[in-house]
């Protein structure tokens, strides 16, 4: 086995002590293998060395344990064990490497963490989600361990979902899938099309206006949020959400996002702003706050969203004129003690005031007054309130000159 940037070092010492150990299969597994192949096979650049994910049949961290003691505490670094899940973390010459025992796994209920136990490296493979993430390289043999034609549907460009319940079992895999498709340039197999459709048709659970965020399994939320997280982080975002209501998948939020027609200009105004898209996405749904509270986003990103409706509810009955004096929308913005990520996100919403809202943003609330309160001092000020006064009449002077 060869992977490009990983010394064949790091290899033989994981050979060697999958041999010592007496482990049958040591096999590389995820999203390397995936694009690896595409990398030999379609020609495709190679992503570079990310995590290298290892499935053991046997003991991993027995097999962990080996590897220290043959290569010692200068080649074997940053050592974790995480007991209850039979994975060791460590770094094997500086390059990551997660050794985990092959598991399987059921789910107990549809969006309900799933119930593990000790497998083999098929029955572990079972559990991935697409028959392109269900590949595994063995390090021993040395051979492609494709049991469900994953390579097939990658020549093919199609995305095919593992099992006929894959979407009804974890229906975040719909969101995973609109990642893949954008990454990679797939298409959804007409089967999986219609497993996501069928599970949105007949899941009992949906936002509804009004229902209590802890009405939402926790697990499902929090694996919908990891997964858009993921999605507007590390994809090509506006080509997976665009997927994902073209399969009607963004009801899983909200429906009202399903019909979001200003998804795209608003995101993309929030990427120009250096803002969490997050607070953006759920700013279209019938109940924003509700939803992120819900979906279990940041306590910092539901403050700046709550702020922002305030905001936006203060624009509609109170706001400035759209030609006042900067001065005026100055006071006005900071009295309220909105934070810029608020302004921020209420910009990228595009208000009929959003050039005052964007010139406080990025230029007025940095204005301060030309003269310090050292120099009124040393012209005869006494320290007080008029001293005050005086320092924010100075820096309005200022501002509406800058008009």
Same mark, same amino acid.
């Given at each position: ?18 041999? @010592? ?29 990310? @995590? ?176 858009? @997280? ?23 939020? @909200? ?149």
């Amino acid at each position: 086995m060869e992977l490009p940037g990983v010394s064949s070092a790091v290899l033989e010492a994981l050979k060697s002590a999958a041999l @010592d150990v007496g482990i049958p299969r040591l096999a590389l597994v995820g999203g390397v293998v995936r694009d690896l192949l595409l990398h030999r096979r379609l020609g495709r650049p190679w992503a570079g060395v990310p @995590d290298l994910d290892w499935v053991v049949e046997g003991e991993a961290a027995r097999l962990a344990a080996v590897l220290r003691t043959r290569c010692g505490p200068q080649r074997v670094t940053a050592v974790q064990e995480y007991g209850t899940f039979g994975t060791v973390a460590l770094q094997l010459d500086g390059v990551p490497l997660d050794l985990a025992t092959a598991r399987q796994e059921r789910y107990p209920a549809p969006a309900q963490n799933p119930v593990v136990q000790a497998g083999t490296l098929s029955a572990d493979l079972v559990r991935r989600d697409f028959t392109i993430n269900a590949m595994a390289l063995d390090l021993l043999s040395g051979e492609l361990v494709d049991p469900h034609g994953g390579l097939r549907d990658l020549e093919q460009g199609r995305l095919v979902f593992l099992h006929d319940k894959s979407v009804s079992d974890d229906p975040t895999r719909v969101i995973r899938a609109a990642r893949y498709a954008a990454r990679l340039g797939l298409q959804l197999s007409p089967e999986a099309t219609r497993q996501v459709m069928q599970t949105l048709k007949s899941w009992p659970w949906a936002w509804r206006s009004g229902d209590a965020p802890e009405s939402a399994p926790p697990a499902l939320a929090t694996r919908l949020r990891m997964e858009l @997280d993921r999605l507007l982080e590390r994809e090509p975002w506006r080509e997976a959400l665009d997927l994902l209501e073209g399969w009607q998948a963004l009801q899983l939020l @909200d429906s009202a996002l399903q019909r979001d027609a200003q998804r795209s200009r608003r995101l993309l105004w929030g990427k120009r702003l250096g803002l969490p898209l997050m607070p953006l996405l759920l700013a279209a749904a019938t109940e924003p706050l509700a939803l992120a509270r819900r979906l279990q986003i940041p306590g910092q990103q539901q403050q700046w969203l709550a702020q922002m409706l305030e905001l936006r509810s203060w624009l509609l009955e109170g706001a400035p004129s759209v030609d006042a004096p900067p001065s005026l929308w100055t006071n006005s913005l900071e009295q309220k003690g909105w934070s810029p990520q608020a302004v921020g996100l209420m910009v990228a919403l595009k208000p009929l005031q959003w050039r005052p809202l964007l010139r406080w943003w990025g230029r007025w609330r940095h204005v301060v007054s030309p003269i310090t309160a050292r120099e009124l001092i040393a012209s005869g000020w006494q320290p007080g309130p008029g001293m005050g006064a005086e320092l924010h009449r100075q820096r309005c002077l200022l501002l509406d000159q800058s008009r």
